[in-house]
């Protein structure tokens, strides 16, 4: 038997297939949502990454407006680029992509952004509500990762899911969304000070795995039929992207979201939909 395999490929571009009818909505009304980036140096990974976004907004009708600025960019030149995407309305929604360059402080940098254009859900202000369970974007590989195990019909409510990873954009965001009423699962936080992770890992029916670790997570460790997502990004010395997951894995789980093809294009569907929400909003404002 082999793992069902959660294609985040198919599942995002229905998606984005969606998202363009709601565009054109806006567009209608006058309104075209806008994804600006901060992209700072020249990380091959990152640069992939944001051209992606840019060919995601093209396909569904949001404009983008893209900022670069070279690895030895002051943390001043990076503030003055953050206000101004604060005060371009064209820009209705922006990413700092992260990481940035050593010796910048990335959480100043964060907390100078304009909350209500926040399209990654990382800004602290967001990252606040959703720990008060307050209105507010979500970060985009968590959502992402909820809404593909939805997609498949994977029980999340009641399910015991392992979490490995403590960054903040999986592993310590996941958790909170996991544990929402709406989703009600039960979450094991796992890293690597973890001791026995095999232990934690079998007792999983959900393993969501962003440690950055290649192969960490092995067939034997896994309860059969559980699912498994793999949302490590580590390079090997050709620069192809190595997962979290063992490919012995696909043999035991129940499902299987593979890297590349899974995770990544989920996160991408969800920062377009972060987008077009916002700009949605500020068309309508609640009354
Ligand atoms: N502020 C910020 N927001 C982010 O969302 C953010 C970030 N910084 N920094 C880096 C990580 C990483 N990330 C990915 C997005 C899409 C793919 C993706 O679509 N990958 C393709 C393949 C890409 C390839 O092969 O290189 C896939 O998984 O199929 C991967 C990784 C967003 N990140």
Request: with cysteine; aromatic share 2%; charged share 25%.
């Amino acid at each position: 038997m082999s793992a069902q395999i959660l294609d985040g490929k198919a599942t995002s571009a229905a998606i984005k297939s969606d998202l363009t009818t709601r565009v054109a909505a806006l567009r209608e009304r006058g309104i075209t949502p806008g994804l600006g980036t901060l992209l700072v140096g020249d990380d091959i990974g990152s640069q992939k990454y944001v051209a992606g976004k840019h060919r995601d907004c093209a396909a569904v009708g949001i404009s983008s407006i893209r900022r670069d600025l070279p690895a030895d960019a002051s943390q001043k030149e990076i503030e003055t680029a953050v206000r101004e995407l604060n005060e371009d309305p064209e820009c209705t929604g922006y990413i700092v992509q992260l990481p940035l360059p050593g010796g910048i402080d990335t959480n100043r940098v964060l907390e100078l952004m304009d909350p209500a254009k926040d399209a990654d859900g990382l800004h602290p202000m967001s990252l606040g509500r959703l720990v008060l369970n307050e209105p507010a974007p979500l970060p985009c590989t968590p959502h992402g990762i909820i809404v593909l195990l939805r997609r498949y019909g994977v029980e999340i409510n009641g399910a015991h899911v392992v979490v490995v990873g403590r960054g903040t954009t999986v592993g310590r965001t996941l958790p909170l969304l996991l544990t929402r009423r709406s989703e009600n699962a039960t979450v094991t936080q796992c890293h690597t000070g973890t001791r026995e992770l095999p232990e934690q890992l079998r007792r999983a029916d959900i393993v969501v795995s962003a440690a950055g670790v290649p192969h960490l997570i092995k067939a034997e460790d896994i309860k059969p039929g559980a699912a498994v997502l793999d949302v490590g990004v580590s390079r090997n010395s050709e620069g192809k992207v190595v997962g979290d997951v063992d490919p012995g894995v696909a043999e035991v789980a129940g499902w299987l979201s593979p890297n590349p093809g899974g995770v990544g294009p989920m996160t991408r569907a969800m920062l377009l939909e972060n987008v077009v929400r916002i700009a949605e909003q500020a068309a309508e404002p609640a009354s």
